[in-house]
């Protein structure tokens, strides 16, 4: 018999963590800033381990670049992929990042970009530099999840399964929904860590490039299924048929992935 749905109340928690001389410290600016000391501490790992051709000190200009490709290219993204009408006529707000608004496929392409640039400066492989990123990265989409669920956006789509919950924003319908952002914390960040990290221990580690693609290739997969459990953006439907602009771009992310491991693959064997 199907739980009643008081029986999984939203928890309702505060987005705003606390305050400080009057500026609110909101959980999904927490988040940010976790998943970025995790990486950095993880990192500093791999380069003790000698997984990653940089000194613990370097540590900290790899996460500096990371995080100037995210927040610009994750800004840049929202823009041209989700709502680029709507600021193309209001200029003045695409700056306004504390109002909400970053892409992970936008995200990942400003890392991408940023982390070139950085090995290129230090003189390392570009595809070392990826392959430690995918190492690291899944424990910050874990907490920054987890801070979409406590803002109650990006909700899934109406449900009657046991665990569905009715979001408190208007714009949800009160009506239960898919809590699809901890579908994404659990298999974009928990259980794509347990299997990218056990991976740095196997062959594939020794194939440069070929821990990214498996994490374009993982993550792209993934995200793409439960999209069809996530509503997609109001403004915009579907894009391609039944398909979201999230799987449209998460297609483009496994084909990536796939050429990336099957060109390793060649490489190697050559």
Known sequence: ?????????????????????????????????AAFLLAQWLLRRLA???????????????????MIGTIVGGRLGYILFYKFSY?????????????????????????????????????????????????????????????????GELWGRPSDVPWAMVFPTAEAGG??????????AAFEGALMFVVLWNAR??????????LFGLFLLLYGAGRFIIEFAREPDQHLGTVLGPLSMGQVLCTAMMILGTLLLLRRRQATAA
């Open 48 to 66: 003790r381990e000698k997984l990653l051709p940089l000194s613990e000190r370097d540590v900290g200009d790899f996460i500096f670049f990371a």
């Open 1 to 33: 018999m199907p739980l009643n749905l008081a029986e999984i109340p939203f928890p309702n928690i505060d987005p705003v963590a606390f305050t400080v001389f009057g500026f609110e410290i909101r959980w999904y600016g927490i988040a940010y800033v």
């Open 87 to 151: 600021y193309f006529e209001h200029p003045a707000e695409v700056l306004q990042v504390w109002r909400g608004g970053l892409s992970f496929h936008g995200g990942l392409i400003g890392v991408i970009a940023a982390l070139a640039l950085f090995a290129r400066k230090r003189g390392v492989a570009i595809a070392q530099i990826l392959d430690a990123a995918a190492l690291v990265v899944t424990p910050g989409i874990l907490c920054v999840r987890l801070a979409n669920f406590i803002n």
């Open 175 to 184: 009506v239960p929904r898919h809590p699809s952002q901890l579908y994404e």
């Open 201 to 210: 221990k196997t062959k594939l580690a020794s194939i440069q490039g070929a």
